[in-house]
Each structure stands twice: as structure tokens, then as C-alpha cells.
């Protein structure tokens, strides 16, 4: 069966939240960038590697591979060539999990974790794959079951905190590995850039240049994506109102979440989108 194939710069700069695709990519991203989900690359064959975070890390194919996209990321030379799986997964959900062996928080600091190769994973995916294009929402959450699961056996296998490595030099990409993590771990908090560029002891002008160049957003912008994925896990998962929905997503007021909402999700309102995904919610 075909599966949805979507550019891999179009989806990570301009999408955001749940995906599964499957894809063949050719070249590599032309700078680095950052989106605020974690990562799942599964490559049928052959390898490529990463500039993830300042350092170069392989990424092998057969494995079940995740990282955060906050932290500055772009394929080098000559970037994936190949047939594999992607799969993006909103932070907030991703957190809810509660994954064992601290493994949030590792993904948060920059550590790229791999499982050991099994068949099963290509099987299961493609499988995802066709779920996640499903109407049937039972079909949907038994995906999403399974996902959790995978994770749990990835986090309770890997139970060892990264290595520490000596990250290469670049303008803004280190620093902005140290930025993304901070804006990860305090988004639900009342926030400034003058906060944000402090805690990294930057100029405030400074960090929204670099941050602009490398990640092709804004600061502002990339703490509001996170505050989105965030409501939208509460909006599935919760009955909580609206208004609640929104200042436990770091909004200060409703029109800002309002507002930040309609612009992240083509257009809906809060209830609309939990009606959709939860159709048998009542109005």
C-alpha cells in the first residue's frame, strides 16, 4: 500500500505534531533547524549522520533511532539516501509517557538513543504507517499503544546516561542546543526572550538572530509551538475546559491561546479540535 510521502524540509519547518510517513530522501537539509517534537528515523538500509547539536552523530539503518528536534539538527554529506520511516511525536505527548531510565530528560539534553536491530521494528511501523492514515479511531489509539510500548522497551534497554562529548564549534548551534533544552523544560512558565537569552548569557538581540539563522523561526514562535502540542495533548487526553487547557499550556489569557491555536492548526478552535480526535466526547 502506499504511504504518505512528505519533503523532509517542508514537514519539519512548516508541520508540526503526530506524523508517520513513509519516505525515500535524497540529499541532505540545507542548514540546520529545530522543530519541537521528538524524532523517530528508521532507515531500511545503508547509514547517514547528523549535525546534531554541534556533533556529528551516525545513525545506522535497522534501528529504532529517536531525538528531540529541539535541539539544532541537519543531515551532512551527502545527507539520507535511502527508503525508511519517520515518525514525529509532540514533546507534551512524548513527556506524559514517563518513560523509565530518565529518558526525556536525555533526549532533552542532546543524547541521540538507538535500539538494537529487530526486524519486528520495520514490520510494526509500516504498519503505523497505514494506522496513521486510518478514520478508525480505535485502529488509531491501539497505534498509538503500541508507540508508548516501543519506547518503554527503547528506555528500559538503553539504561545508561550519555556519554559527554566535546561538542564541535559553529556560531549558535551549540549555544542554541543549551537555549531549546531551557525553552523544553520551563514553556508552561511565564517566559521573555530577556529570560530565555539570560539563563544562556547572551544578548537578547543576539539570540534572536542566531536563533532565526539557524532555526528558521523565531524564539517566540518555537515557545508557542510547544505550548500548542501541549494544550493538544490536554485537549485529547482531559476534559479540562478551555480556559484551563490554556493556562496549563503556559498562556497567559484565552485570546493569545485562541489565537496561537487557530494559527497551528489551520484554523480550529480548541473544541473542534477535541471533537475531531475525540468524537465521541460530548459538546
Given at each position: 500500500m502506499p504511504r504518505a510521502s512528505i519533503p523532509t524540509e517542508t514537514h519539519h519547518?512548516?508541520?508540526?505534531?503526530?506524523?508517520?510517513?513513509?519516505?525515500?530522501?535524497?540529499?541532505?537539509?540545507?542548514?540546520?533547524?529545530?522543530?519541537p517534537d521528538i524524532e523517530v528515523n528508521y532507515l531500511f538500509e545503508g547509514s547517514f549522520a547528523y549535525l546534531h547539536g554541534g556533533t556529528v552523530v551516525p545513525?545506522?539503518?535497522?534501528?529504532?533511532?529517536?531525538?528531540?528536534?529541539?535541539?539544532?539538527?541537519?543531515?551532512?554529506?551527502?545527507?539520507?539516501?535511502?527508503?525508511?520511516?519517520?515518525?514525529?511525536?509532540?514533546?507534551?505527548?512524548?513527556?506524559?509517557?514517563?518513560?523509565?531510565?530518565?529518558?526525556?530528560?536525555?533526549?532533552?539534553?542532546?543524547?541521540?538513543?538507538?535500539?538494537?536491530?529487530?526486524?519486528?521494528?520495520?514490520?510494526?511501523?509500516?504498519?503505523?504507517?497505514?494506522?496513521?492514515?486510518?478514520?478508525?479511531?480505535?485502529?488509531?489509539?491501539?497505534?498509538?499503544?503500541?508507540?508508548?510500548?516501543?519506547?518503554?522497551?527503547?528506555?528500559?534497554?538503553?539504561?545508561?546516561?550519555?556519554?559527554?562529548?566535546?561538542?564541535?564549534?559553529?556560531?549558535?548551534?551549540?549555544?542554541?542546543a543549551g537555549v531549546t533544552r531551557f525553552i523544553a523544560q520551563h514553556y508552561r512558565e511565564p517566559l521573555t526572550v530577556q529570560a530565555i537569552a539570560d539563563d544562556a548569557g547572551l544578548h537578547p538581540k543576539y539570540l534572536m538572530r542566531v536563533f532565526k539563522k539557524q532555526c528558521g523561526t523565531s524564539v517566540w514562535e518555537y515557545l508557542t509551538r510547544l505550548r500548542v502540542s501541549h494544550a493538544q495533548r490536554l485537549l485529547v487526553t482531559t476534559d479540562l475546559k478551555v480556559l484551563d487547557v490554556a493556562m496549563e499550556s503556559g498562556f497567559s489569557s484565552v485570546a493569545?491561546?485562541?489565537?496561537?491555536?487557530?494559527?497551528?492548526?489551520?484554523?480550529?478552535?480548541?473544541?473542534?479540535?477535541?471533537?475531531q480526535h475525540r468524537p465521541q466526547h460530548p459538546s
Open positions: 519547518e512548516n508541520e508540526m505534531g503526530f506524523r508517520v510517513w513513509q519516505q525515500r530522501h535524497t540529499g541532505m537539509m540545507s542548514r540546520p533547524h529545530t522543530h545513525i545506522e539503518a535497522g534501528r529504532f533511532t529517536v531525538l528531540w528536534g529541539g535541539i539544532p539538527h541537519q543531515t551532512v554529506s551527502p545527507g539520507i539516501v535511502g527508503e525508511g520511516i519517520w515518525i514525529t511525536l509532540p514533546l507534551a505527548w512524548f513527556l506524559q509517557w514517563q518513560l523509565p531510565n530518565a529518558l526525556g530528560e536525555r533526549l532533552l539534553t542532546g543524547e541521540i538513543v538507538s535500539g538494537s536491530p529487530d526486524a519486528a521494528d520495520r514490520v510494526a511501523m509500516e504498519r503505523w504507517c497505514d494506522d496513521a492514515m486510518s478514520a478508525n479511531a480505535a485502529q488509531r489509539r491501539a497505534m498509538l499503544l503500541e508507540m508508548e510500548a516501543r519506547f518503554h522497551r527503547l528506555a528500559l534497554a538503553a539504561p545508561r546516561p550519555p556519554r559527554r562529548r566535546e561538542p564541535n564549534t559553529g556560531e549558535g548551534v551549540t549555544q542554541l493569545p491561546f485562541y489565537a496561537a491555536f487557530a494559527e497551528h492548526t489551520r484554523g480550529l478552535r480548541p473544541l473542534d479540535y477535541r471533537r
